[in-house]
C-alpha cells in the first residue's frame, strides 16, 4: 500500500494549521486533513500517495485544455521573462492582453468588442454590476438600480455577486442577497413545479420575469443575470428557447441582459460560447475559468458596443473609476491567447465528440436503482441520486451525500464534483480520450454500487 512521505506528512500538517480552503467547512477540513494533488497530464491528476485519478471536473469546471500543455507552460515563461508585469493604469498597454482582447471581440457574439480583464468570474460579476450602475447613470436614470437573477444560479462569492448567486450556502451568515438584488424561480425541468414540458417552464419563467419587473418598477430594473446552463446549483439545463425567451423579454424592456459564461465558455457546452447554442447576443458577458484553462487567474467583461458607447461619451475626459491591480496581466494573457489557439487547432472539436460520449455514456446510467436524472450539454453533466424514482426523493440530508459520493469516487480514482443534495458534476477537459470517457462512466456506476450497498442507503430504500 503506498503512503505518504514525511514531506507530505509535513505539508498536511502545514495546510491544516495556516491554509484556509474556499468553500469549506473549517472544522471538517481541519478534522479531515488536505488530499495532496501532486501533478497532472491530459485529463489525469496523481496525488500524493502516487495514486492517478482521472480528472472529471477539470479542476473546478476550468482546467479546459487538460493538465501538462507545454506550449502554454512555454508561452507563460516567454512573457515572465520578456516582461512578467505592467499595469493598465496611465494608459499604459502590452502586446498579449492587446492582441487576446481582439481575439476575444472578434470571436464573441455580436458586438460584444469591448473587453475588461479581471482576475477571475467573481470579480466579473462585480464588474458588471460596477458598469450597469455607471451606465444608468450615464442615461440619465440613476434609479434603475435593482438586479433580476434567477434562483439556483451562481455568480461568484463576492461581497456583490454572492447576492446575485441564489444559493443558501452562499448568503447564510454574510447578509446577502442585498435589498438590491432580487430572484425568479429557476427553471429546473427536473423538479419544475409546472412540469417538464419546455413550453410550460418557457411560458412560466418569461411571466415571472415581467411579474417580478411590474412588482419593481420597470423604471427601476437594470439588469437580469443569467447562466446558459446553471452549474453550482447542480448542472440545470434550461429548455430550448428559454435563455432566447428571457433575452427577448429583457430587449423589449429595455433590461440589460447579462450572460454569465464563466463555466460554459470556451468549448465546455460544444461552441466557443455557450450564448451560440440558441444566437443570443448579451449586453455583457462575463468569462473566466477556460479563458486561460486554469493555468493562471484571468476572467473578462465582454461589453456590447452601446453600453461602451455610452459609458464613454458620459464619462468624456473623465476618468471611468474602476481598475484592478492585475487587470490584462501579461501573462495571463500569454496564456490565454495559446489556450486559445490550442481550442481550435483540435481541442474544441475533439470536446464535441468526447461531449456526444459523455451524455450517451452517463444516460446508460438510469437503469440504475438511484439514479433519476442524467442531463448535460457537451462537457458539462449530471447525475441526480434519488432514493425513489417515482416520487424524485433526494438522498436524505443528514448522510452527508456530498462527503461521501465524493470520498467513493475519490477512492475509484474519478474526481468529480459532489454536490449536497445528491448529484454528480461533471466537465471532464476537452483532450480527454474516448477511453478516459468511458472510465468516468464505469466507476461512477461503480460508486452508485457501493453507495447502494450503503447500510443506511439500504436502510431508506426499504
Not at 459564461?261 to 473566466?288: H, K, N, Q, S, Y
Not at 496581466?329 to 483540435?346: I, N
Not at 480527454?432 to 439500504?458: G, M, N, S, W, Y
Request: aromatic residues 8%.
Amino acid at each position: 500500500m503506498l503512503t505518504r512521505s514525511p514531506a507530505a506528512n509535513s505539508l498536511v500538517e502545514l495546510d491544516r494549521r495556516h491554509l484556509v480552503h474556499p468553500v469549506s467547512s473549517f472544522r471538517g477540513h481541519e478534522a479531515r486533513g488536505v488530499r495532496l494533488l501532486t501533478s497532472g497530464q491530459g485529463a489525469t491528476v496523481t496525488e500524493s500517495e502516487g495514486r492517478q485519478l482521472i480528472d472529471g471536473f477539470a479542476g473546478l469546471w476550468c482546467v479546459n485544455a487538460g493538465y501538462g500543455q507545454e506550449s502554454v507552460v512555454e508561452a507563460a515563461a516567454r512573457q515572465m521573462r520578456q516582461l512578467p508585469y505592467a499595469t493598465g493604469y496611465f494608459d499604459l498597454g502590452t502586446e498579449a492582453p492587446i492582441r487576446l482582447a481582439a481575439a476575444l471581440a472578434e470571436r464573441a457574439p455580436g458586438d460584444l468588442d469591448h473587453v475588461y480583464f479581471t482576475l477571475g468570474g467573481s470579480d466579473a460579476v462585480d464588474s458588471t454590476i460596477r458598469f450597469i450602475r455607471y451606465y444608468w447613470h450615464a442615461r440619465g436614470m440613476p434609479g434603475r438600480d435593482q438586479f433580476i437573477s434567477v434562483a439556483s444560479g451562481y455568480h461568484g462569492s463576492t461581497s456583490m455577486g454572492a447576492g446575485l448567486t441564489a444559493l443558501p450556502l452562499f448568503h447564510d451568515g454574510f447578509g446577502v442577497p442585498h435589498e438590491w438584488q432580487h430572484k425568479i424561480a429557476s427553471h429546473d425541468l427536473y423538479r419544475n413545479p409546472n412540469g417538464a414540458d419546455p413550453a410550460a417552464v418557457i411560458a412560466a419563467s418569461v411571466a415571472e420575469l415581467r411579474a417580478k419587473v411590474a412588482e419593481i418598477g420597470e423604471d427601476r430594473v437594470a439588469a437580469f443575470y443569467v447562466e446558459p446552463i446553471q452549474g453550482s446549483g447542480g448542472v440545470l439545463v434550461p429548455p430550448p428557447g428559454w435563455i432566447a425567451a428571457l433575452r427577448a423579454v429583457c430587449a423589449e424592456l429595455g433590461i440589460l441582459f447579462v450572460a454569465d459564461e464563466v463555466i460554459t465558455g470556451f468549448g465546455r457546452t460544444g461552441p466557443l460560447f455557450a450564448c451560440e447554442d440558441e444566437g443570443i447576443v448579451p449586453d455583457l458577458m462575463t468569462v473566466a475559468k477556460g479563458l486561460t484553462s486554469g493555468y493562471a487567474p484571468m476572467g473578462a467583461v465582454l461589453m456590447s458596443d452601446h453600453v461602451y458607447q455610452t459609458i464613454a461619451d458620459f464619462a468624456g475626459a473623465k476618468a471611468v473609476g474602476h481598475g484592478f491591480t492585475y487587470s490584462a496581466h501579461p501573462v495571463s494573457a500569454a496564456v490565454a491567447l495559446e489556450v486559445l489557439s490550442l481550442y481550435e487547432g483540435g481541442l474544441l472539436e475533439n470536446g464535441r465528440v468526447m461531449g456526444d460520449r459523455l451524455q450517451s455514456g452517463l444516460r446508460g446510467l438510469l437503469d440504475h436503482p438511484l439514479v433519476g436524472d442524467v442531463r448535460g450539454r457537451g462537457m458539462l453533466a449530471a447525475v441526480e441520486l434519488v432514493t425513489d424514482k417515482a416520487a424524485k426523493t433526494p438522498l436524505p440530508a443528514e448522510l452527508g451525500a456530498a462527503t461521501r459520493l465524493f470520498d467513493r469516487a475519490w477512492d475509484q480514482g474519478l474526481i468529480v464534483r459532489a454536490f449536497p443534495q445528491g448529484v454528480f458534476g461533471y466537465a471532464p477537459p476537452l483532450c480527454c480520450t474516448a477511453e478516459e470517457i468511458d472510465q468516468i462512466v464505469a466507476r461512477t456506476r461503480k460508486v452508485l454500487d457501493l453507495t447502494l450497498d450503503d447500510p443506511e442507503i439500504r436502510a431508506v430504500l426499504g
